[in-house]
């Protein structure tokens, strides 16, 4: 069975075995996790009334699930807009890469002692200075329900053509947009 990039027909998703279903999935949390990896920082969206509001944010986790980890402080305002609502967004970029990267999701606190001491590093710290002796210590954890992402293979041929399509009026290739299924 081919490995879709990009789930575009529904009626075909349906008709697939469970076991297909899960495989692909399963291609698709991997996919997620080599695309994420490649950006240290993205930008979290978080509902405020009738606006989102977006903040830097470093993920610490992605586990097999899909699911992204942060570290965060319950005296945060993202923390108050995501109790009242948990539908977020994430975005990511890598300019060298050329590889852009969106995601919405529904996140949620978690409190275990046991995997904030797994996922802590020295690079938390610098933001919690506190570290895990902070009683507001939180993870945010974003379980991705729908990623589109846009990549160009081709940097060098791509930007060449960029450069040309300046002066000629034409529009440089467009690389690759795909959508993952989660």
């Known amino acids: 069975m ?4 990009d789930i575009t027909n529904f009626w075909n998703i349906i008709s697939l075995t469970d076991k297909d279903k899960y495989k692909i999935m399963e291609h698709h949390i991997e996919k997620l996790k080599a695309l994420v990896s490649k950006c ?4 979290l969206g978080t509902r405020e009334e009738n606006t989102v509001r977006f903040r830097p944010m470093s993920h610490v986790d992605i586990d097999d699930q899909g699911k992204i980890w942060f570290f965060a402080t319950l005296d945060q305002a993202k923390i108050d807009e995501i109790q009242n ?3 977020v967004f994430l975005t990511y970029a ?3 890469e050329m590889l852009y990267l969106s995601i919405e999701g529904m996140a949620f606190l978690n409190t275990d002692k046991e995997i904030m001491k797994e996922l802590f590093t020295p690079y938390v710290k610098a933001w919690i200075p506190q570290g895990l002796r902070d009683p507001d210590l939180v993870l945010l954890v974003v379980h991705p329900l729908e990623v589109e992402y846009w990549v160009n293979d081709n940097k060098v041929m791509n930007y060449s053509k960029m ?3 300046t002066g000629s009026g034409t529009p440089p290739p467009k690389g690759k947009h795909r959508r993952l299924a989660l």
């Open 2 to 5: 081919p490995w879709p990039d």
């Open 40 to 43: 240290r920082v993205g930008m």
């Open 94 to 96: 890598n300019e060298n």
């Open 163 to 165: 450069l040309a399509g």
């Open 85 to 87: 609502n948990p539908t």
